[in-house]
């Protein structure tokens, strides 16, 4: 492991306040954007991403966090094995995503769900074993992103909003306001999205840490 040159140790809660606040302020921006019917093209009413929206965050502040950390002693053992468990992680995800066609496995709606919130879980904690602190800060700062959108959605289900907030998928059963709501909502936010997070933050974030660490030890080899 290349010796640190910055210092020893970031603060998670520090180190993510600040992407943190960005991405809620981004976050209140598609809410009244939404609200207002502004327009479709930038903030997207429907189920999928929108070009006003946090999902493109992760990577962005995953870059971020691992330049920080990869200055500190809390860097990885090895940028090459971050880079392959975060690759291995994603691999993972998309393998156990395509299992159930490749096998015939038929998934009811609530086992869909549930098998979509695992994979990306098991993706994440494969992902964990390159870099466990930027597993660590990513997971911070996921839920510093998703809690308040957890939140947004109790009160977008309830008033029936007609925003992404409060969208369902097509072939949802009839369900009560609170139990669509952790359903859709709840649980979706806090395991899916923030394995998200650490899964797209940590591939992309190992990657470029990984080249910059290549560069600067190639700077500092002799002529």
């Excluded at 997207?44 to 990869?70: D, E, H, K, Q």
């Excluded at 390159?130 to 996921?142: D, E, Q, S």
């Excluded at 008033?159 to 306001?177: E, I, K, R, S």
Aim: proline share 6%.
């Amino acid at each position: 492991m290349a010796e640190a040159t910055g210092p020893s140790r970031l603060s998670v809660g520090r180190l993510i306040v600040i992407p943190g606040l960005i991405t809620l302020a981004v976050t209140i921006l598609r809410l009244v954007g939404e609200r207002q019917h502004w327009s479709d093209v930038w903030f997207n009413r429907t189920m999928g991403v929108s070009i006003i929206g946090i999902t493109w965050l992760a990577p962005v502040f995953g870059v971020y966090f691992a330049l920080r950390l990869s200055n500190t002693d809390q860097q990885p053992t090895s940028f090459l094995r971050a880079i392959w468990y975060s690759v291995l992680g994603a691999l993972v995800l998309v393998a156990l995503a395509f299992a159930p066609a490749l096998l015939g496995v038929e998934q009811s709606f609530y086992g869909r769900l549930l098998y979509g919130w695992g994979i990306f879980v098991v993706g994440a904690l494969v992902a964990r074993r390159g870099w466990p602190a930027l597993f660590k800060t990513l997971l911070a700062y996921g839920y510093f992103a998703r809690v308040p959108v957890a939140l947004i959605m109790f009160f977008a289900f309830r008033g029936n909003w007609g925003t992404h907030y409060d969208a369902v998928p097509p072939d949802v059963p009839a369900l009560g306001p609170l139990v669509k709501y952790l359903w859709l909502g709840f649980f979706p936010q806090l395991l899916l999205w923030v394995a998200f997070t650490i899964l797209a933050g940590m591939l992309l974030g190992t990657l470029v840490a990984g080249i910059a660490r290549l560069v600067k030890l190639e700077r500092r080899a002799p002529v």
